[in-house]
Each structure stands twice: as structure tokens, then as C-alpha cells.
């Protein structure tokens, strides 16, 4: 497993905003500012410039498919080359990068916005970075084995301003190691099934304590579960120790009102193209919406949150997480993909995010929590429902 894959730019974009970018480009190398962009950087083979301490802190960096040619991937951070080192299907003999050092304590801001700025200087979108590199991944608060979920103030202004955010390093390695492994052995052990629903091909288990089989093949997935669970009172300790935020009251409203389930749901798309096009987690013109037990059915959904457990992801694997922009349909072509990288999370807004399973061409595992909304389920159900939702797993 190599935790620093998760720390590859990985998304991409197709947006109108590519077209103004190769506009600025062009008249950027007109006017020279090109060259200076991209050229001020040391240069070297890939394989030299990973022994090399002269690339350490933070740097920006182009990697070209030999001297002088097309770069192929643009990156911000040391971690990031060794990453996509590690995960090219490229011949890496030869591979070449340039890189620019922005000095030890530069911010991920500071990266991503030469990362974006490399990109537009180049006039083209690198075909690893799949894209233009958007930055809508962010960096989790640290690293747990489990549990918690810990939001930063930009986490829940990305949720309110774009319906969803993308965070990287909730979880250690090792405990996404054994989470790798578990849900691996849910698919092995024929417990995940196809729900035969058109639009969708994956095989699902429900994660609950009659669904799910006890054992200690299973309990890698504890420590993913109980992160998924804790995102309601995540957020809500976010909000409260960022009381300044600029949160709309939409959000604020449903980060007090939404509650973790009592189920989850693992998934895997097989190899064989397995998609789900593209919908609403909660859409109340799906006739199916409002049925079903208080609490599971979709229309209760406020927060989608999703676990990834592809430590192996490269490019090639395809099966990306599209979503469309707030109030854009399925025509847009204004879209973020989103790689599934092992131990990424995403948080959504399941009543607005517009979103699909792009098609497979490996194995895709992920777990996924709906936060419901409280003050649409009576208080008949039990409150202990939602707070020990899975003793198959405890
Ligand atoms: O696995 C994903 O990336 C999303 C799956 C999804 O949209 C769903 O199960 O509703
Ligand atoms: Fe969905």
C-alpha cells in the first residue's frame, strides 16, 4: 500500500475554464512569460531527481516524456513525485522533470496555485494530471487510525460553496491497509451482491449487524465505519469552533439536522466497465425517493459520505467519481472527476450534488455512509439505532 499515492493532484476538469487558460497561455508565451514559468526549473531524469536532495521542500514540478518534449503530468510536493513515480504505467527510464523549489514552508495553496498557473502556461492539460488539475482536494487535519472525523474550516466552506469536499489522509496507512483487505474479503467470500437496478453495476453489502457476517476477517472495516459515522459530529464540531465561517444557513441547517445511519454500504465495480450514471442520492422526482424505513429512505439522505479503498488506483483503472456543478444537468460539460484513491473521503450533499460512477477497468471498492435527516424521522425509532448500528462490528 503506498499512502503517499494519495497525495497525487488527481482531479481534472473540463470546463470552460480550460479554453480561457490556453487563451492566457497563448498570449503568456508571446510575451515570454512561458519560458520563464516552466524553464527557471532544475532539470533532470525522473530517476536521478528522486535521489536527488536538491528537489526537497516544496516544489512544483512538470514531468515531459523525455527531453524536450510534451510534459505529461504537472505536480505540486516531493510526495507527489514519488507518487506518481510509483504509479506511471510511463517507462520511467524515460521520464524527465523539471522542478521549481518554493521554499520549505510553502502552502498547499501556494502549490496548487503554481500547479494551475504551470498548466496555463503550458496551454494544454497534461494527460496524466487527466485534465486541468482542479484543486478540489484538500489535506485532512492529521491522520487517525480511525474514529474521528475531523473537518477544518475550508472543508466546510468547500461543502457549502461547491456541494462537496475532498479530503486525503483521514486514515494512517495501516489501518487502510486492513480496511484494503476486509472489504477485498466481503467481495471473496460472495457477500456482495448486484441489486439488479438499472444505471448501476456494482455488488453492494449492507453493513449492518444482521447483514454483515462477524469475524476477524471483517474488522479491518471498523475503524472506516466509525469515520464515516463520525462525520455528522464532525462537521458539527467544525461549525462550532469556526463560529466566522461563511456558511449559508442551507448548510448550517443540515449539518445540525443530519445524523449517521444506521446502515452502510460497501461496494465494488468490477472491471468489466461497471458505471452508475449519473443522479441524485436524494431526488425527489425518483418515484422510489420516499420509500422505505424512516431513516434509510433516500429522500432522508443530507450528507453522502464515501470512503475509497483502491490502494492500487492508477489512471489507467479509470471508474473516476464525476459530479457536476450546482444546478448544472448532465449535458454540462463543466465536470470534476475524481480519483478513487485509497483512503480519500468525500462528503456530499445528497439532495443537490449531481454525481455518477464513471465506467471501471479494474476492481473499485468503496464504503459509503447517507447521514440522514433527523427531523424527518420520528421519534419512535430508536435512538439506539444510530449509535451502535453495526455489532457485527464492534
Ligand atoms: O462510489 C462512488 O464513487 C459513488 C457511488 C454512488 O454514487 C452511489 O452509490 O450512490
Ligand atoms: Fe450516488
Not at 496551454?123 to 489535506?139: L, R
Not at 456494482?202 to 476477524?216: E, F, I, K, M, T
Not at 483502491?310 to 470534476?336: C, K, M, Q
Request: hydrophobic share 35%; with cysteine; aromatic share 6%.
Amino acid at each position: 500500500m503506498a499512502s503517499t499515492r494519495a497525495c497525487v493532484a488527481s482531479t481534472s476538469r473540463a470546463t470552460p475554464e480550460r479554453a480561457r487558460l490556453s487563451r492566457k497561455a497563448k498570449a503568456r508565451s508571446v510575451s515570454g512569460q512561458r519560458e520563464r514559468i516552466v524553464a527557471r526549473a532544475s532539470r533532470t531524469t525522473l530517476r536521478d531527481a528522486l535521489r536527488s536532495n536538491e528537489s526537497r521542500g516544496s516544489i512544483v514540478f512538470v514531468v515531459d516524456e523525455g527531453e524536450n518534449t510534451r510534459a505529461v503530468f504537472v505536480g505540486g510536493g516531493r510526495d507527489a513525485l514519488e507518487a506518481y513515480a510509483e504509479s506511471t504505467e510511463r517507462d520511467v527510464e524515460t521520464l524527465w522533470v523539471r522542478w521549481e523549489t518554493l521554499g520549505r514552508r510553502a502552502r498547499a495553496s501556494a502549490l496548487n496555485a503554481k500547479v494551475k498557473e504551470i498548466i496555463a502556461a503550458l496551454g494544454y492539460a497534461p494527460e496524466d494530471n487527466a485534465g486541468a488539475v482542479a484543486s478540489a482536494t484538500q489535506k485532512a487535519a492529521e491522520p487517525t487510525g480511525g474514529g474521528q472525523a475531523t473537518f477544518a474550516r475550508s472543508h466546510l466552506e468547500a461543502l457549502d460553496r461547491d456541494g462537496i469536499v475532498v479530503i486525503d489522509g483521514m486514515l494512517d496507512a495501516e489501518t487502510l491497509n486492513d480496511a484494503v483487505e476486509s472489504v477485498r474479503a466481503l467481495h471473496a467470500r460472495g457477500l456482495m451482491r448486484n441489486l439488479e437496478q438499472s444505471g448501476r453495476d456494482d455488488d453492494v453489502a449492507v453493513l449492518s449487524g444482521s447483514a454483515l457476517p462477524s469475524g476477524r476477517e471483517f474488522l479491518g472495516l471498523r475503524p472506516v465505519v466509525r469515520l464515516l459515522l463520525d462525520v455528522p459530529n464532525g462537521l458539527r464540531r467544525a461549525l462550532d469552533d469556526n463560529t466566522n465561517a461563511e456558511i449559508s444557513e442551507d448548510t448550517r441547517s443540515k449539518i445540525r439536522r443530519c445524523a449517521p445511519p444506521d446502515r452502510l454500504m460497501a461496494a465494488r465495480y468490477g472491471p468489466e466497465n461497471c458505471r452508475y450514471v449519473a443522479h441524485l442520492d436524494n431526488d425527489p422526482r425518483d418515484p422510489g425517493n420516499d420509500v422505505g424505513t424512516p431513516g434509510l429512505r433516500p429522500a432522508d439522505r443530507v450528507f453522502t459520505c464515501i470512503a475509497y479503498l483502491n490502494p492500487n488506483w492508477i489512471p489507467a483503472h479509470e471508474g473516476r467519481f464525476r459530479y457536476f456543478p450546482l444546478g448544472a444537468d448532465v449535458s454540462s460539460s463543466d465536470f470534476t472527476d475524481i480519483d478513487p484513491l485509497c483512503g480519500r473521503v468525500v462528503v456530499f450533499d445528497s439532495s443537490k450534488l449531481l454525481h455518477e460512477v464513471r465506467p471501471s477497468a479494474a476492481d473499485r471498492f468503496a464504503v459509503t455512509a447517507w447521514t440522514y435527516d433527523r427531523s424527518r424521522v420520528s421519534r419512535s425509532v430508536p435512538s439506539s439505532r444510530a449509535i451502535h448500528p453495526l455489532p457485527g462490528l464492534s
